[in-house]
T-cell receptor, first 115, second 111 residues
Framework: EPEVTQTPSHQVTQMGQEVILRCVPI?????FYWYRQILGQKVEFLVS????????KSEIFDDQFSVERPDGSNFTLKIRSTKLEDSAMYFC?????????????FGEGSRLTVL | GENVEQHPSTLSVQEGDSAVIKCTYS??????FPWYKQELGKRPQLIID?????GEKKDQRIAVTLNKTAKHFSLHITETQPEDSAVYFC??????????FGAGTILRVKS
């Protein structure tokens, strides 16, 4: 069964460093998302991406964040200068032609720890 | 606002009993209401969803009901088993291309 894959599974970084989280969505999916989950809290929407551009972003997704689909398969989330409060599990998700009104398939997540 | 409110935050039931989790949403245009289950340290996984053209949907021990007038929907789990213990999240699409999740309900099934 196809699934969303994410790398790395865990990254530890120093405050102020840049981090890139990588995702390979399911191959025939058209909508891509990043969510984050601070330990013990809810799953928070960051950004949605469709047709090679951001279609929606939350207040959390400020100028420090960016997304890219550089080669037609990978979907990346970059945090330019990490802060302590960026420590969280970051989930990539993808969905088919129904977008957010269809099932979102989540990756296993990338745990980011900012020291 | 863009809220999806979920209650209760924790729920403990005896094995075999039923569990009900409720959510309300704010965007009257929302037309899709999924429920996700997240086991400890794992990814959220869809367990059931409902669209706005129906009022109820069942899948074995799990059912979801929708009241569009009141803008709330509920997850019902019957004959609960220990493996149902997890965090459950409701969600709804809000103002376009974002699926917003509720705060989650920790369900504990005691055997």
């Amino acid at each position: 069964e196809p699934e969303v894959t994410q790398t790395p599974s865990h990254q530890v970084t120093q405050m102020g460093q840049e981090v890139i989280l990588r995702c390979v969505p399911i191959s025939n999916h058209l909508y891509f998302y990043w969510y984050r989950q601070i330990l013990g809290q809810k799953v928070e929407f960051l950004v949605s991406f469709y047709n090679n551009e951001i279609s929606e972003k939350s207040e959390i997704f400020d100028d420090q964040f960016s997304v890219e689909r550089p080669d037609g398969s990978n979907f990346t989330l970059k945090i330019r200068s990490t802060k302590l409060e960026d420590s969280a599990m970051y989930f990539c998700a993808s969905s088919s032609d129904r977008g957010p009104t269809g099932e979102l398939f989540f990756g296993e997540g990338s745990r980011l720890t900012v020291l | 606002g863009e809220n999806v409110e979920q209650h209760p935050s924790t729920l403990s039931v005896q094995e075999g009993d039923s569990a009900v989790i409720k959510c309300t949403y704010s965007d009257s245009a929302s037309n899709y209401f999924p429920w996700y289950k997240q086991e400890l340290g794992k990814r959220p996984q869809l367990i059931i969803d409902i669209r706005s053209n129906v009022g109820e949907k069942k899948d074995q021990r799990i059912a979801v009901t929708l009241n569009k007038t009141a803008k709330h929907f509920s997850l019902h789990i019957t004959e609960t088993q220990p493996e149902d213990s997890a965090v459950y999240f409701c969600a709804a699409p809000v103002y376009g291309n974002k699926l917003v999740f509720g705060a989650g309900t920790i369900l504990r099934v005691k055997s």
